[in-house]
């Protein structure tokens, strides 16, 4: 392949994803893939002859993207998966050209690293020590990288080398979560062998947020088994609702305890930019450790999630294989990024990153965060002024809890509807939602991630609702 194949190829795939994306609002958000589509792809036989790049090409654009996931879409309103920022889509090009190993040296990609952590921690007002903090897949990884360094420093202060003894023979180590912290929690619990039973459930208040009363309770009663209490997982932002918790007195609590307190920020810290809603994150700079996702709001392409830790030797001491007396500590050397994490091979994410807050600027990025909310809570304003749908959580940042209730209908058929509607609004291809469970009901939650939704899809969104709902109580009786 001559260098002047790989521009010519280069110039159509920029064609292809320009075209890919100036296209997503007029087409269907999603649609199920037909048997022949999905068997294309699926039992693509491993070729031995290779193809040129010009027929790889039009194979993708064939057969690849006219399937997306829909996230693309300012008609999608599922999950937490965000639309790409253009800028972010250009870098990963140029980083998968220099395609360096960030692990460590003194290349451009490293020094970005550095610098797009300390822009994320200015950026939701989290302090930055120098090697605070990291890049990594998603805040699933990073919730394991801080939880590891909470786990060493609890098992140092009771006596216990973690990293050299294991856990075994130490009284266990117990953490607080609500009922509405993210799965990823436990998964890092289960992984750093805690155990999920030592994962305490506390109760909230009916806001979806952490109840202190509850939680010094739990804490007390477990201290006075012989356990020894250590982590509390606090959130900018649930899944369900988007419920910020209220930090100070969870803060003031750790710190007369001596836990550790981590906030998983993972969809809802960005929300701190919004200068209508930054109070609700009062007090969460005190945390020990924040989990949060480029990814998501910011709209960096997947992957990049960031771990920031107020210390940075607790990271260090956590994850680094370096002896401290090899360290090029007089140089005032970081290390390398492996010393901070669980990866040594690491991708260039710093790009991707970099470029998308250059391009819209720390301004541009809270704008963007600002129309995500009032289109939130707009929403919110919509589904409560309809006779047919019930608000189901207050409006806390950029999630509305909500669901179908049809005159007269009681709790087991409101569940059951609720339960088919996001698959039956999905199928419909105008526009996504998902559903979660919330206090026992079957709900519908709209995430609101896209600054270039409008008000005509938020009322787009719940025409679609109703009218699946209708669909799947089938033809009115008369007509059967
Ligand atoms: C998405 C999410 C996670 C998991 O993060 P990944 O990037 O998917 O690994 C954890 N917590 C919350 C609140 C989330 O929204």
């Known amino acids: 392949m001559t260098s002047e194949d790989f521009r010519a190829a280069a110039h159509t795939a920029a064609d292809l994803a320009a075209d890919h994306l100036a296209g997503l609002a007029d087409r269907p958000v999603w649609q199920p893939m037909d048997d022949a589509a999905r068997s294309t792809l ?50 990963t090009l140029t980083a998968a050209a220099m395609n360096p190993s960030s692990a460590g040296g003194d290349h451009a990609d490293v020094h970005l690293e550095r610098a797009v952590v300390r822009w994320i921690a200015e950026l939701v007002g989290f302090p930055h020590p120098a090697g605070g903090g990291l890049l990594t897949s998603g805040t ?95 959130s900018a932002g649930t899944v369900g609702t988007g419920a910020v918790d209220d930090f100070d007195p969870i803060a003031d609590l750790c710190a007369e305890q001596r836990l550790w307190l981590h906030v998983d920020g993972a969809y809802g810290a960005f929300g701190v930019l919004d200068p209508a809603i930054a109070h609700r994150y009062t007090g969460m700079a005190r945390a020990d450790s924040l989990a949060l996702d480029p990814h998501k709001w910011l709209g960096v392409p997947v ?109 087991a058929a409101i569940d059951a509807v609720n339960r088919e509607l996001p698959v039956a609004v999905q199928r419909r291809g105008r526009v996504f939602v998902t559903g979660a469970r919330l206090a026992g009901h079957e709900v519908l939650r709209a995430c609101l991630l896209n600054a270039a939704t409008t008000e005509a899809d938020l009322a787009l969104l719940l025409t679609e609702v109703k009218a699946a709902a209708r669909e799947l109580a089938g033809p009115p009786v008369d007509a059967r």
């Open 42 to 91: 699926l039992d693509a036989p491993l070729p031995a002859a290779g193809r040129p790049l010009a027929e790889l090409l039009a194979a993708v654009e064939k057969d690849v993207l006219p399937y997306p996931m829909g996230n693309g879409s300012p008609r999608f309103f599922g999950w937490v998966n965000s639309a790409p920022a253009p800028a972010g889509v250009l870098a």
């Open 140 to 234: 699933s990884m990073a919730t394991i990288v801080c939880l590891a360094a909470a786990r060493g420093r609890a098992a140092r202060a009771a006596g216990w080398d973690v990293r050299e003894d294991g856990l075994a023979g130490m009284p266990p180590l117990v953490g607080y979560v609500t009922g509405e912290t993210h799965s990823c929690v436990r998964k890092a619990a289960e992984l750093l062998g805690l155990g999920s039973r030592h994962l305490r459930t506390v109760a909230t208040g009916p806001d979806g947020l952490l109840d202190v009363a509850e939680l010094r309770a739990a804490i007390e009663r477990d201290r006075a088994a012989g356990l020894l209490p250590f982590l509390v997982v606090a």
């Open 303 to 411: 992957d990049c999630g960031c771990a920031l830790v107020r210390d940075s030797e607790e990271l260090r001491s956590t994850f680094s294989l370096v002896p401290s007396y090899l360290r090029d500590e007089a140089a005032g050397s970081l290390g390398w990024f492996s010393e901070y994490g669980t990866e040594q091979t690491r991708p260039f994410r710093a790009l991707k990153v970099w470029a998308t807050i250059a391009h819209r600027g720390r301004d541009g990025l809270a704008q963007d965060i600002a129309r995500c909310t009032a289109l939130a809570r707009r929403l919110g304003e919509l589904v409560e002024a309809d006779d047919e749908l019930e608000l189901m959580a207050e409006v806390q940042t950029s999630i509305v809890a909500f669901r179908h209730r049809a005159a007269g209908a009681t709790g």
